[in-house]
């Protein structure tokens, strides 16, 4: 689905079902230098299961064109506008890493109905051998990401389809990301200084799915995010790093529905 924000344009899957804008909506974010289909499974289980599913690919992303944005502010507001472009009257959004911080600037805003965000935390600090890595292009902040973006069973194997390679996979997604874009969201995350202003002027229901094993936004972070937030509650994903979509699946399903369906 392509959606025109007064000339960003955004690219977006349906997951699978025809897009009926009455529906309940979802909107789904992805994190620095990754695009839509880390929320492919997510996703698809709401297309069929009365949702209105939007999967963004952020502009500079996927098959979003570029530039990508430089703000997390800007970023937010051209989500915003492709959630009124779209049609739907209210959404919940969904927010991993830097689609978190994202989301979190929509909080406030009259087109959203209820926050889960994933990886959390009020600021995403990016230490400065991986920043500069990722502004030169330099592979080493792939690896970087990927070793510390995984929990300790991933490393080991751990993926739900036999067979396939966990963080090969994640690996192999931020490598076919366009040249300069890893730089531009880490250079976004790391300016972010808002966290806490956003936090207090949510005004939905929010849940803040949080890893175990998550050594990006670790569990005080996700903790600290929650005391923040007025009306907000904390689930943990035992075993689970940075990456919980893709690590725990099913489990990060499990708790979208009990937040989502009652």
Not at 100 to 125: D, F, M, N, Q, Y
Not at 186 to 210: D, F, W
Request: glycine share 14%.
């Amino acid at each position: 689905m392509i959606i025109d924000v007064d000339g960003r344009i955004v690219d977006a899957s349906t997951a699978g079902r025809p897009f009926e804008p009455a529906l309940p909506g979802i909107v789904f974010l992805h994190g620095s230098g990754f695009d839509r289909t880390v929320w492919q499974m997510q996703a698809r289980y709401f297309s069929h299961h009365g949702f209105a599913v939007l999967v963004v690919d952020l502009p500079g992303h996927g098959r979003s064109p570029g530039p990508a944005a430089g703000s997390i502010e800007e970023c937010s507001g051209i989500i915003e506008g492709a959630i009124v472009t779209s049609g739907l009257q209210k959404a919940t959004i969904v927010g991993h890493s830097m689609g978190s911080l994202i989301a979190l600037e929509l909080g406030a805003s009259e087109s959203v109905e209820r926050l889960i965000l994933t990886g959390a935390a009020l600021e995403l600090p990016v230490h400065p051998e991986l920043l500069a890595a990722a502004q030169a292009g330099d592979q080493k902040a792939f690896d970087l990401i990927t070793a510390w973006g995984y929990g300790k069973p991933s490393h080991l194997g751990g993926h739900p389809g036999a067979g396939v390679w966990m963080t090969g996979g994640g690996l192999r997604l931020l490598e076919r990301s366009p040249a300069g874009v890893l730089g531009q969201d880490l250079s976004a995350c790391n300016a972010y200084a808002g966290g806490e202003r956003a936090a207090g002027a949510v005004g939905v229901p929010t849940l803040v799915i949080a890893g175990s094993m998550d050594r990006m936004t670790p569990l005080a972070a996700s903790k600290a995010l929650v005391d923040m937030i007025p009306d907000s509650r904390l689930d943990i994903i035992e075993g689970a790093g940075h990456m919980m979509m893709l690590e725990a699946p099913n489990e990060t399903l499990a708790s979208m529905r009990r937040f989502l369906e009652g």
